[in-house]
Structures are given as structure tokens and as C-alpha cells.
């Protein structure tokens, strides 16, 4: 069974360019978060997806950050115009549609995302 | 609002003594709880979770966590510890109620095993 997926591994952009980030979640998974994780910090929270929904966006920046997860294909995270603070490791988890108890996050192995 | 702290920013141990990641948290009602390992330049891979039972949770290559409720802690621990081991630990908490699914992470231990 892979796991999530993630692409590109890294990403390199000039200021001003769209940066496209990718997930693809673990078989049987319909639930997406997105982290991001600043250098030597931890986590932080930012999204979290069901297919063609949008439950909870209370960690995205308001301006030039937006997220989606389609009907077919993969979550997408996409950042518009990018500054040098963008500059982070972005992560993707997926989990099942099980209840709360149950629910683990799995992580993909992120996309870092280096802005020139 | 939940947060996690993970007061050691490093943990250094000889390889084969017992190890301890320390973590505590603040969370509104009952605490789901969770211990992920980073390894360089990798995602992170789920260790364990405590959501309700006993209070020593079993986990992945031997860790397991003390949860206790009265100091609102969740620490690590490991008897014998590998150089393999040694990687970035992030503790997590998430509150059992409401809606929100959001994990919310402490700012990680470097663990470094000592050969």
C-alpha cells in the first residue's frame, strides 16, 4: 500500500512566480491536511480537505495561498505569487473517513519549497 | 486554544541507556495525543497515539508514552536506545471534541544516540 505522495520533492521559484504543490493521499484515504513547517520549527497546521470540500482553512495566510482537492486527482496547494518567506518545507496527510477516535495522520514526505 | 511544549530542544544518550522525550500540552476537554519521528530531510512517520485506555501506549521499533492526566504530560520513552534512533521528534495533540481535526505540534526534540 503506498503512502501519501508528494511532488515535486523540491520546488525552486523566483520571487513573483506560482508555486503548484502536490498530493496524492494513502488508498482508501478521502480526508487532506496541509502542514507547513518553517526552518527549526515545528508543524503548523494550514488546510484540511475532503474530496471537492473545504472543511477548515482557519491556517491559511489570507492573501495568495489557496487549496484544493478535486473529485479526481490530487490535493493541490498553490501559492501565488511567491515571497522568500514562502520558503518552507509544505507537508501533506491523509487519513480515512473513520471517526475521530480512530483517525491517525498519515505524512507524506513533503515538498520543500525554495524561494529565490 | 491546544498547544504542545517540548521543553528540551536537544536529548543526548548513550546508546543502550533508556531515553525520554518529554511533552506537555494544554487542550480544552479530553486529548487526543501523538508522537511522530523525523528523520533528515524525510515526512514524518507516525510513532503512537493515545486516545482513551490505558495509560502506557506501545508503539513502533519499541517507544512508547505515559500519558498522565493530572500533569497534563505525554513523554516518550524508550528502555534501550539506538544510534538508529537518533532523529526529530514532534509531539501532538488534537482535542477529542468538536469538529476541528487540526494536530497541533510542539516545535520537536533532536534525539542523538551516542555510540
Known amino acids: 500500500n503506498a503512502g501519501v505522495m508528494q511532488n515535486p520533492r523540491h520546488l525552486v521559484r523566483r520571487r513573483g512566480q506560482e508555486a503548484r504543490l502536490r498530493c496524492s493521499p494513502m488508498k482508501g484515504h478521502s480526508h487532506v491536511y496541509w502542514y507547513r513547517q518553517l526552518p527549526e520549527e515545528g508543524l503548523k497546521f494550514m488546510v484540511y480537505l475532503q474530496k471537492e470540500n473545504i472543511i477548515d482553512e482557519s491556517g491559511m495566510p489570507k492573501e495568495r495561498f489557496s487549496a484544493e482537492f478535486p473529485k479526481e486527482g490530487p490535493s493541490i496547494l498553490r501559492i501565488q505569487q511567491v515571497v522568500r518567506g514562502d520558503s518552507a518545507a509544505y507537508f501533506c496527510?491523509?487519513?480515512?473517513?473513520?471517526?475521530?477516535?480512530?483517525?491517525?495522520?498519515?505524512f507524506g514526505p513533503g515538498t520543500r519549497l525554495t524561494v529565490l | 486554544a491546544q498547544s504542545v511544549a517540548q521543553p528540551e530542544d536537544q536529548v543526548n544518550v548513550a546508546e543502550g541507556n533508556p531515553l525520554t522525550v518529554k511533552c506537555t500540552y494544554s487542550v480544552s476537554g479530553n486529548p487526543y495525543l501523538f508522537w511522530y519521528v523525523q528523520y533528515p530531510n524525510r515526512g514524518l512517520q507516525f510513532l503512537l497515539k493515545?486516545?482513551?485506555?490505558?495509560?502506557l501506549v506501545k508503539g513502533s521499533y519499541g517507544f512508547e508514552a505515559e500519558f498522565n492526566k493530572s500533569q497534563t504530560s505525554f513523554h516518550l520513552k524508550k528502555p534501550s536506545a539506538l544510534v538508529s534512533d537518533s532523529a526529530l521528534y514532534f509531539c501532538a495533540v488534537r482535542a477529542s471534541s468538536g469538529s476541528a481535526r487540526q494536530l497541533t505540534f510542539g516545535s520537536g526534540t533532536q534525539l542523538t544516540v551516542l555510540p
Open positions: 493515545y486516545i482513551t485506555g490505558d495509560n
Open positions: 496527510a491523509s487519513s480515512t473517513v473513520a471517526s475521530p477516535s480512530t483517525d491517525t495522520q498519515y
